[in-house]
């Protein structure tokens, strides 16, 4: 039995890997047992999502990446990062068809949101909790890729994703970005709006939720 006072700490990771498959998450987070191979749909969102953390973070400076350099830092990050564990489970798909569809993903995003003046970004890779209970032995955690603000102080959570087959998020990624929305609830800016980005196709989908709240998300 869980001593009353130790302190459950749930993620949207979390919930989706016991939806999926029980017993996978109780191999990595009751059995704390690390998976043997890393698919390369989640290391090639991994690179991606370091590209895009530092084209906002040099934004910050003043500095505009430009598009290729972007790429080549892409391709550092890749080989850097990349190890012999790295599983391609699509028959007929390759390595290089994965690198390439990366460099794509890059490309899609740049052109479609250059000079990247529509709001300005307030945090990046930021952490968020918030109780699931009156008496916070419950907690949901996070982290938001990018928070910005727009011109008419309007809040923007972003959660950007490379996914070929997602066009438009499906329920997990609703119930995602309204956890979300709850972390930074109440909110000093004016309103809240949720960006879901499917880099591949390079079109944002936002959607404002009907006020989640903690009761609702749980």
């Known amino acids: 039995m869980r001593p ?43 690179r991606v999502h370091n590209v895009l953390e530092k084209l906002y973070r040099d934004l910050w400076t003043g500095r505009v ?22 599983h391609v489970a699509r028959t007929g798909e390759t390595v290089d068809d994965y690198f390439a569809y990366g460099l794509d993903c890059i490309d899609n995003f740049y052109r479609e949101n250059y000079p990247f003046k529509q709001s300005r970004t307030v945090a990046l890779e930021e952490k968020v909790e918030f109780n699931l209970d009156s008496g916070g032995s419950r907690r949901f955690q996070g982290y938001v890729d990018r928070r910005a603000s727009r011109p008419d102080r309007t809040c923007e959570i972003h959660d950007y994703k490379t996914s070929r087959s997602r066009r438009s998020p499906g329920r997990s990624e609703l119930i ?43």
């Open 65 to 86: 990446n430009r598009l290729d350099e972007l790429k080549e830092f892409y391709a550092f990050r890749w080989n850097e990062e990349w190890h012999q564990q790295i």
């Open 176 to 218: 995602q970005l309204s956890l979300y929305q709850v972390a930074f609830n109440p909110c000093t800016l004016r309103s809240k709006r949720s960006s879901w980005f499917p880099i591949s196709c390079a079109a944002e989908k936002r959607f404002v939720s009907s006020s989640p709240t903690v009761t609702s998300c749980r």
């Open 4 to 46: 009353r006072s130790e302190i459950v700490v749930y993620s949207h990771s979390r919930l989706e890997s016991f939806t999926k498959c029980r017993l996978k998450y109780k191999f990595k987070y009751l059995d704390h047992i690390p998976p043997q191979r890393e698919g390369i749909e989640l290391f090639l969102g991994n």
